[in-house]
């Protein structure tokens, strides 16, 4: 589960890490009125202006007209995902600048061409920045152990620095019986080359950080960057968290976290059903019980000349709801030019699945051609009801024959 | 012969009384796996027969701890299908009372939990398959997990991997086309598991009775490089690989800075490009990965070098290569054949422990053509099992090369009569 950067910020901060004085804002007239009201009037002479999207590369992207596309200007300029305003009536550009990006699209390196429609915003005092850092804190698949990594490379493209400085990035594996220690503080800091008060201020927030990543029960915390004030002062000036969404039970009010325009409407629609659905841009429309058969079925139709339309996983028992609710789902993709249903039958029973896929059919309609794949238990019987009902399917046996009904499909 | 579990293996269920709990245990006794206990905690003493659809084809004895059902019945494999909250617990008690391998088959487990019970795991004797998997099974001899007992065969082919629903398509391609197999395991898709296929591909190579390997990987992760590397360095035995996810968007799953510390790796095309380069098998198509297997075996018997080929659509070789091995002579070993549901006619034997140093036993297992299951019309759940007991039990002979050389040669001539027409190199 994703959050937004000032979501982020205020759970942070709850945990004691340092960071700066900022509200959320969901409209141009918060913008101006929040600029005025709880900055300019508290002698705050800089501030910052930062889209709220679950997506990076803010600071480059470019904020373009919902409609038209355009780049939107502003004072001359072109408008960006993040903005500082350090002169002039603070307030008033505040609230042009907002009134620029609500509504509009923001597309970054992250977002892809579409971009993502601006919704929130998040107003930041500014700061003297002495120096950039780079902070992480994710699980290792490798050891089974949380990693820390820092690296004097701040706000530039991490990947970048990976591939070809890696000697830049400093790591300190966390072990779980004796906890994150302040030696591997130490080491870090000396490896960044820190002094004085610089080190010390590290140091506290190294292990307020590892500690709220643990509270939090996060699979990632990303400060990108990590600033040096002109004060030697560490503050996280940026703040990405991913949850484990393994956890989230134990975290009850994470739910009021999530922000659904921020996801995708059917992937929405899905979750509330409890399918794992993931809208994809192409054509062939699918429905396969378990993730890794949901893959291979996706890698399946691209090789018969399709494009998935969707990842799709109803899970094990697939009852007659959760099929139609699949289906109306999967129809509802515009794109969908076929659909392919593969159902491997361990222990659910193929004839089920067969009597469910015709009831849903019967509430959910139905334009493009279905090639159903059922295999395993009753898989025989199965073939006979889906043959027998005088609905138009295209029953395969194999996944290759599966595979050749699709292209047939796509063909005709 | 087998790795890891065979029918000595004693099998205790944690949450055996819970709804997955019960439902399972009544199809691993009906497959003739040997439960020997169960634990729920405040239930101890209980004779618990299932429930509703679900009643065992015997009572299973329950015990409060999993260390008083150890010291009881001294059982050796434990199965956990206790709720994610608490099923890092289960582990934890399992490790505690120096269960030999344990199999948690629950989704859903906290990553915190896990980093916790990896490291209780590194310092143990115990090895843990899964969280998050299908289980694992030796066909004809004991299923501990959750798939479909009828769609296995005996034989020589091992199985791993990351996927559940994945790999019944994977071993029923193999059993459809008349390769048994050794033992599969599903090693379970979080990013935190107890055996990695590094491991169980090791565990596969030392395993006299294991000719081929088939590595079932997902994108994510670096689990399948390493393997590979290992694969290269290591294994003689042919290794055919898939990767599911080819056409998965990248960026969905993996978090921002995941891709850092596994150096970039992860993407399915580094996955093929590593397994390739260490002379696995790829198949490219899901649909042919028991057909790559098939070949795989050929090609290996023809060159020392293993080379690297992508299976085509052959629908005539399928045939061909099922028709092939239903011709192969069975060999005689002197064990009485017996046959379980759906499985090929052939005899097997039972290995004496779960040690993986155990001496290997003799085989001579006849290849026979696969029987399809015919369809169970009543009570679906479950499928008529072997009868308890019926497992014949043979004793360790000690010179079992010859016996070994037998079969290698018959995988030899079964592969040596596929068609190796549409085999390309990649």
């Known amino acids: 589960m994703n959050i937004h950067e000032y979501q982020a910020k205020e759970l942070l901060k709850a945990e004691g890490v340092p960071v700066l004085y900022g509200r959320p804002i969901m409209s141009p007239d918060e913008a101006g009125r929040i600029a005025y009201h709880e900055f300019v009037m508290k002698g705050i002479s800089t501030v910052v202006l930062k889209c709220q999207i679950h997506a990076g590369g803010r600071g480059k992207g470019f904020v373009v007209d919902a409609e038209s596309r355009e780049k939107v200007m502003r004072y001359g300029k072109p408008v960006r995902g993040v903005t500082v305003i350090g002169d002039g009536n603070i307030a008033d550009k505040a609230f042009n600048y907002a009134l620029s990006t609500f509504g509009n699209v923001l597309v970054t390196v992250q977002t892809g061409e579409q971009g993502k429609t601006v919704n929130r915003m998040f107003i930041e005092q500014g700061c003297d920045i002495a120096k950039e850092y780079y902070l992480s804190i994710l699980l290792d698949r490798q050891t089974g152990k949380n ?45 960044l080359s820190l002094q004085g008060k610089a080190f010390k201020s590290f140091c506290s927030f190294i292990e307020k950080i590892v500690a709220a990543y643990d509270k939090l029960d996060c699979s990632l915390l990303e400060v990108n960057p990590l600033v040096l004030t002109k004060q030697d002062e560490f503050i996280a000036l940026d703040a ?158 194999s996944l290759e024959d599966a595979a050749a009904k699709v292209t047939e499909a796509l063909a005709g | 012969m087998s790795v890891l579990v065979n029918s000595n293996s004693r099998v205790l269920v944690q949450g055996i009384t819970g709804s997955e709990g019960t439902f399972h245990t009544s199809q691993m006794l009906d497959y003739g796996t040997n439960v020997v206990a169960g634990v729920t905690p405040g239930k101890a003493g209980l004779m618990y027969e299932g429930k509703g659809d679900d009643s065992f084809n015997r009572p299973v004895l329950v015990f409060n701890t999993v260390s008083d059902a150890v010291k009881a019945t001294r059982a050796n494999v434990s199965i956990i299908f206790v709720p994610a909250s608490m099923a890092a617990d289960a ?130 992760g670096s689990a399948e490089e390493e393997a590979a590397a290992y694969v290269k360095e290591y294994v003689t035995k042919p290794v055919v690989g898939f990767i599911a996810g080819r056409t998965a968007p990248p960026g969905r799953r993996m978090g921002h800075a995941g891709a850092i510390i596994s150096g970039g790796k992860g993407t399915a095309a580094e996955k093929v490009a590593a397994m390739r380069e260490a002379g696995i098998f790829v198949a490219d198509s899901p649909a042919n990965i028991g057909l790559t297997v098939a070949k795989a075996l050929r090609l290996t018997s023809e060159t020392p070098t293993k080379k690297v080929i992508a299976a085509k659509k052959d629908t005539a070789l399928q045939t061909e290569v099922s028709e092939t091995i239903s011709e192969i002579p069975a060999t005689t070993d002197g064990s009485a054949p017996k046959r379980g549901r759906g499985r090929p006619k052939g005899s097997f034997k039972v290995k004496p422990a779960t040690d993986e140093t155990a001496p290997k036993r003799e085989r001579g297992r006849p290849k026979g053509s696969v029987k399809k299951k015919k369809a169970v019309k009543t009570g679906h759940k479950r499928p008529p099992g072997r009868p308890k007991g019926s497992v014949k039990k043979k004793k360790v002979k000690k010179n079992n090369k010859k016996q070994l050389m037998s079969v290698a040669e018959q995988v030899t001539t079964v592969a040596s009569n596929i068609d190796m027409t549409s085999a390309s190199n990649a």
Do not use: W
Not at chain 1, 369 to 388: K, M, Y
């Open chain 1, 147 to 191: 990693l820390i990594m820092v690296s004097t490379e701040g706000g530039m493209d991490i990947e970048a620095v990976a591939e070809h400085s890696p000697e830049k990035i400093l790591k300190q594996y966390i072990d779980p019986t004796i906890g994150f220690r302040q030696y591997q503080a130490r080491s870090l800091a000396f490896g």
């Open chain 1, 240 to 397: 990405k968290i991913n949850f484990d969404d393994n956890s989230l039970f134990r975290h009850p009010n994470y739910a009021q976290l999530r922000d659904l325009a921020e996801e995708d409407p059917l992937e929405v629609e899905a979750s509330k059903y409890d399918l794992n659905y993931i809208k994809l841009d192409g054509n062939v429309g699918c429905m396969v019980n378990g993730a890794g058969l949901a893959m291979a079925t996706m890698d399946i139709i691209q090789l018969a000349g399709g494009s998935p339309a969707n990842f799709l996983d109803v899970g094990g028992g697939a009852n007659v709801d959760r099929i139609a609710n699949a289906f109306r789902i999967m129809m509802s993709d515009r794109n969908v030019k076929a659909v392919l249903i593969n159902i491997f039958g361990g222990i659910v029973r193929c004839d089920r699945v067969a009597n469910g896929i015709l009831q849903a059919l019967k509430q959910v309609e139905v334009n493009a051609p279905v090639i159903v794949r059922l295999e395993g238990t009753n898989a025989a019987e199965a073939q006979e009801i889906l043959r027998n009902s005088g609905l138009k399917f295209l029953v395969a046996g």
């Open chain 2, 91 to 220: 582990i934890l008690e399992a490790i505690a009372a120096d269960m030999p391998l344990i199999i948690c088959i629950t989704e859903g487990i906290p990553a915190r939990d896990m980093i916790a019970v990896k490291s209780a795991l590194d310092n143990s004797n115990s090895r843990l398959i899964g969280p998050n998997c299908p289980g694992i099974i030796t066909p004809g001899e004991c299923k501990i997990g959750i798939m479909p007992g009828f769609i296995h065969a005996v034989g020589h082919v091992g199985v791993v991997s990351r996927s559940g629903t994945l790999t019944y398509e994977a071993v029923k391609q193999l059993t459809d086309i008349g390769l048994g197999q050794s033992t599969c395991i599903g090693i379970g898709g979080d990013p935190i598991v107890g055996t990695q296929f590094i491991d169980a591909i090791k565990l596969f190579n030392a395993d006299p009775d294991t000719k081929a390997i088939v590595m079932i990987g997902e994108i994510g």
